[in-house]
């Protein structure tokens, strides 16, 4: 017996309880989301993406990176679903490897620029002073660059590979985050949960990570989806360039990139890789846009 | 045993604010006795909720003396102030925003518990919190809710559990109830007034709420502009005010009653604002008695024939 009332037993019942009822407060957003059309569209799609990036061997009719000389710039058409490149490969099959790589270096590039603009973010919003104006002086110059250019140089300096996609656009990229992460830590900062939290004695790491995260992430949940299309594009651009990703692999900026010389032979090489870059952009906005009404009502526009 | 439990010492607290130096705490002194329930009463503005945030060292003070049990607090660094942040609790104005969103009040409540090393087991710190939880009227199951599932009532309580959770020797009470309905204020007054008599607690009670302050302090600090102007025991402040802002700040409480007819505003003007505030006494553009000294000279609190402290040139 825990007191006089209750038992122990009666507690743990009112804990699963509760548990119960937060899993439906999860089904709210949910119900949110769902009730979004575009939302669940984009979810949708980003769902076939992954779908095809997990099981590509099973769904990818040819080898992507078989040559065969004979089948060059076959137009689309039953045998290859979207016809063949400048060395006999499948167009289709090569698109569908390439949602591989294009994720692979999305996540990566969101993971990383997440995780530092999100902690330079809190230290800068929390901390205030000399801290905040040297991080926020250090945002200012990275984003006085055209993003694009300036990872050009990055990647430039530190030579081609996925890796060196990520570095470049990552060091770009933060900046975003910290702002945005920032400028939610001045509201918090000033809220009396706070205060109180400092009255009872708890330290400022405690306070950052107990009571000032937990209040950004949903802000950081929806900021990773609207990067990710950024991501996909910057890092694509790069492999047109040369700098990213490297041919022969099945890239979908490097698919462009190639078709790019016969554009008016064979258009169906840089046509349906744009395609493919289209779609997947379109999914993770339209995720980011559906859950940021979710999370937050009182932003809704309707 | 020290029978002051906080002696605080010209304390001040400034801003440098765009337009010039803001003196939001000027110069204030006063104790607070073990077991008494000291009330602060000042208009909105007048630097009440800076003060009890610097005498708690939530915020830096620019300079003065926080003396706590013989203790000087003032210059502590926080890893020494984590012991005296044990000994003294605060409830806030806005239950609201002084419960995080995204805790639970087990978490919130075994926070304090943790910090302090009082309970590590999860079974202690049910017990306690159950136990905590009965004292402020609540039941064991409201530990698994969110704040937004209490009403604001249930909000404060929680706070209040908060505050109370290691045992403090003295509660800082920053207007407590008036973002609460009429009906919860009197409950949350009468839950705060037997938890002191169980726990021989002190309290620090600030509001701009006249009539409460008289209502549950033992003795009274009149606070303008960021001073005290008048300090003294409860019955002699509103018996006889003596400051001419007392005066005026009691009378301007209305009676209820019909019949009696006012007669004149009892407070002429506008509070001046608190950069470059007025020299010599602050309240001298508005008082009907002001004097030439008045204008030129400031005046310190001094205590007279009936143990009560006053600023005011009238009557030095």
């Known amino acids: 017996m825990i007191s006089e009332d209750i038992s122990y037993e009666q507690l743990k019942e009112e804990i699963r309880k509760l548990k119960r009822k937060r899993s439906s407060q999860a089904n709210l957003v949910w119900k949110r989301f769902t009730k979004n059309k575009l939302a669940l569209i984009g979810f949708i799609m980003v769902s076939i993406i992954i779908f095809m990036a997990i099981f590509a061997p099973l769904i990818a009719p040819y080898d992507p990176y078989k040559t065969s000389p004979l089948e060059r710039f076959k137009p689309p058409s039953k045998e290859h679903l979207l016809g063949t490149d400048a060395l006999g490969r499948d167009v289709f099959s090569r698109l569908i490897y390439g949602s591989r790589i294009a994720l692979e270096i999305g996540i990566l590039i969101v993971l990383f620029e997440g995780i530092i603009g999100i902690s330079l973010g809190l230290v800068s919003g929390y901390f205030g002073g000399i801290v905040d104006k040297l991080i926020m002086w250090l945002v200012d110059v990275l984003r006085s660059f055209p993003i694009v250019v300036l990872a050009l140089a990055i990647a430039g300096v530190l030579g081609q590979g996925i890796l060196n996609v990520v570095i470049a656009l990552g060091t770009v990229g933060w900046t975003s985050y910290a702002r945005m992460v920032r400028s939610k830590v001045l509201t918090i900062k000033e809220l009396e949960y706070i205060e109180a939290a400092k009255s009872i004695g708890e330290s400022n790491l405690a306070i950052i990570f107990r009571h000032v995260l937990p209040n950004v992430l949903s802000t950081a949940i929806v900021m990773v989806c609207l990067m990710m299309p950024t991501a996909l594009i910057a890092s694509a651009t790069l492999s047109f360039l040369g700098l990213g990703v490297q041919p022969p692999t099945a890239d979908w900026g490097s698919i462009i990139a190639e078709g790019r010389r016969y554009l008016l032979k064979a258009p169906w090489i840089s046509t349906s890789a744009g395609f493919f870059i289209m779609f997947t952009v379109l999914g993770f906005n339209f995720i980011g846009d559906g859950l940021r009404d979710a999370l937050d009502p009182t932003s809704r526009r309707n | ?316």
């Open chain 2, 1 to 316: 045993m020290n029978k002051e439990l906080i002696k605080v010492e010209m304390l001040r607290k400034y801003y440098h604010s765009s337009k010039g130096l803001l003196k939001a705490v000027d110069s204030v002194s006063f104790k607070i006795y073990r077991g008494e329930t000291f009330g602060l009463v000042g208009e909105s503005g007048c630097g009440k909720s800076t003060l009890i945030r610097t005498v708690l060292r939530l915020l830096k003070p620019s300079d003065g003396k926080i003396v706590f049990d013989g203790i000087d607090i003032t210059h502590l660094h926080e890893k020494e102030l984590k012991s005296f942040r044990k000994r003294m609790g605060i409830v806030f104005q806005d239950p609201h925003s002084s419960l995080n969103p995204r805790m639970t009040v087990f978490d919130i409540l075994s926070r304090p518990l943790k910090i302090h090393k009082l309970a590590k087991k999860h079974d202690e710190l049910m017990l306690k919190i159950v136990e905590i939880l009965k004292l402020m009227g609540l039941q064991a199951e409201h530990m698994i809710r969110f704040p937004h599932e209490l009403s604001g009532g249930q909000k404060q309580r929680v706070a209040i559990a908060r505050a109370l959770m290691v045992e403090p020797e003295i509660l800082f009470l920053d207007e407590p109830t008036s973002a609460l309905d009429v009906s919860v204020q009197a409950k949350i007054l009468k839950l705060l007034d037997s938890v002191k008599k169980q726990k021989n607690l002190t309290y620090f009670y600030i509001s701009h709420d006249i009539n409460l302050i008289r209502v549950v302090s033992d003795r009274i600090a009149v606070m303008y502009l960021g001073k005290i102007v008048e300090i003294g025991d409860k019955e002699t402040i509103f018996h006889k005010p003596l400051h001419p802002y007392t005066n005026g700040l009691f009378k301007s409480v209305p009676v209820p009653d019909p019949d009696v007819k006012i007669d004149k505003v009892p407070l002429e003007g506008e509070v001046p604002s608190p950069v470059n505030p007025p020299e010599g006494c602050r309240f001298h553009p508005r008082c009907e008695f002001a004097k030439d000294i008045c204008i030129k000279e400031e005046p310190v609190l001094k205590e007279m024939e009936d143990g009560r402290m006053v600023a005011c040139h009238l009557y030095q």
